[in-house]
């Protein structure tokens, strides 16, 4: 049995993963800022699940949330930071509040939820910080700079994370998602204010949005608990076909650049 901190447990992956964590007889903390979608699993799995109210950008909040599982579980054993969102536009398009705001929430965000769990994890000698990355992560397209810019962000410092902790028996993982149906082109998307030099790039990009279905996120569930399960775990995972392609295809293109400029490289010293 082992007990779960998951973020953003309203929809998509978050709620996917609380719902199958209960049901294989483990124990889990969800928060969101909308406790309202969870009210099917309390009435289903009553005390093993608690559920507290949470904006992951207030950093109290996370200390309190994380402090208020471990003295209702007695231990954490996986933590995962997955509440984030998308925001869509083109760099010059962005306002500054809205560039403040998904750094916030796609990095401070995991980073406070991390620092508040890691006393705990670190006295207890074990303990799995799942980071919810995406091929955004690894990759980048048009419009969605901002978006694969907090990502990003998000690999580099759990990347760091990693290597950090692992002599306390932590283990750091990095799951990188393609297109699923989480309600990411939807009620996950923010999008700036569409400046004219664009709209057409925007029309592009809402109708891949409209078109793409997405994977059925129950199809994560078992990769997600092959990796919490396992002894030796990834520091990446790629999740679903999408991901494996695109990404694939990526560093095959960075590898060959590399390669073509290879010289150049070389010769700065």
Do not use: C
């Not at 699993?41 to 950093?59: C, E, H, N, Q, Y």
């Not at 907090?150 to 932590?170: C, H, M, N």
């Not at 990446?236 to 295809?249: I, P, S």
Request: glycine content about 10%; proline content about 3%.
């Amino acid at each position: 049995m082992k007990v779960w901190f998951i973020t953003g447990t309203s929809r998509g992956f978050g709620k996917v993963w609380t719902e199958a964590a209960l049901e294989r007889g483990d124990k889990v903390a969800a928060t969101a800022r909308d406790l309202a979608p969870l009210d099917d699993l309390v009435a289903r799995f009553g005390d093993s699940l608690l559920t507290i109210p949470l904006d992951v950008t207030d950093k109290a909040a996370v200390e309190a949330a994380i402090a208020q599982t471990h003295e209702r579980f007695g231990r954490l054993d996986v933590v995962v930071n997955n509440a984030g969102y998308g925001h869509i536009g083109y760099v010059e398009e962005l306002t500054e509040a809205e560039i403040r705001a998904q750094f916030e929430t796609n990095v401070l965000g995991p980073i406070w939820v991390t620092q508040a769990a890691l006393p705990y994890l670190r006295a207890q000698g074990s303990g799995h910080i799942i980071q919810v990355s995406s091929v955004n992560g690894l990759t980048a397209a048009g419009g969605m700079g901002l978006y694969s810019a907090s990502k990003w962000a998000l690999e580099g410092i759990s990347d760091a994370l990693a290597t950090e902790v692992r002599k306390f028996g932590i283990k750091v993982t990095l799951i990188e998602p393609g297109g699923y149906s989480t309600g990411f082109g939807t009620a996950g998307r923010r999008t700036s204010e569409i400046h004219p030099a664009y709209a057409e790039s925007h029309e592009k990009l809402a109708k891949l949005f409209g078109t793409s279905a997405g994977s059925d996120p129950h199809d994560s569930i078992a990769a997600l608990f092959a990796v919490v399960d396992a002894e030796k775990p990834p520091v990446r995972l790629l999740l679903g076909e999408q991901a494996v392609g695109l990404v694939n295809a990526v560093y095959e293109r960075r590898l060959a650049e590399f390669a073509a400029w290879e010289d150049t490289s070389r010769s700065a010293g």
